[in-house]
């Protein structure tokens, strides 16, 4: 059964801080990997995914990578902001599989 | 505006009252999901439907129904709430099979059952 590991759970850094978030996950089968911010009282949404094929994809001040074999991704942040604090989710689907499994994320704080 | 709405929003309720939480969606999606999120537990997926009258179980499905009788409304159905069942609910939709990155999810409907 597919897992899906944040860690840390929590940050809290000082605005300015180029950011890694790390994801692991325990099957390599994946179809693809997703990125996914949430903000208190809203949905979820998806900041960037990266296909089984690829290794990473940008966009804007975000870049996540994928490392299929080792089972990992990171989502970099550049020069964060105070703006960029929530909750970001990092999710995979199973490759012949229609499921999300998401983790369990890691809530960011960007202190001005 | 493209969207996935919810209602309602928050709601309490008592054991073995039913209810229902509506979702809807405007952008003609044929996949539609619903999802709980716990503390410690993080989202996971109830039922799935890939289209009208096609609806399957995701990881948690005890205890909840579905229906899709039409595209846009794909509601979810507590037949005897349990507090076991307090949680923050998604409902997603998106366009098809594969199409992950136009995934769209509501604000969420926050249920307690007491």
């Known amino acids: 059964k597919q897992e899906v590991t944040q860690i840390p759970a929590a940050l809290s850094v000082p605005e300015g801080e180029n950011l890694v978030l790390n994801c692991s996950f325990t099957d390599s089968a994946i179809y693809n990997l997703q990125w996914f911010r949430q903000d208190p009282g809203k949905g979820l949404t998806s900041l960037l995914l990266?296909?089984?094929?690829?290794r990473e994809q940008t966009s804007g001040r975000l870049n996540a990578s994928l490392d299929k074999s080792s089972g990992r991704s990171t989502l970099y942040i550049a020069a964060s902001q105070p703006g960029d604090s929530a909750t970001y989710l990092c999710a995979v689907v199973q490759g012949g599989s229609e499921k999300l499994v998401f983790g369990k994320g890691m809530k960011l704080t960007v202190n001005p | 505006e493209a969207q996935v709405t919810q209602n309602p929003r928050y709601l309490i309720t008592v054991t073995g009252k039913k209810l229902t939480v509506t979702c809807s969606q405007n952008?003609?999606?044929?996949?539609m999901s619903w999802y709980r999120q716990d503390p410690g537990l993080g989202l996971r997926q109830i039922y799935y439907s890939m289209n009208v009258e096609v609806t399957d179980k995701g990881d948690v499905p005890e205890g909840y129904k579905v229906s899709r009788k039409e595209k846009r409304n794909f509601p979810l159905i507590l037949e005897s709430p349990s507090p076991n069942q307090t949680s923050l609910y998604f409902c997603a939709s998106r366009p098809g099979p594969g199409r992950y990155y136009e995934q769209y999810f509501g604000p969420g409907t926050r249920l307690t059952v007491t």
């Open positions: 952008m003609n999606h044929e996949y």
């Open positions: 990266i296909q089984s094929s690829q």
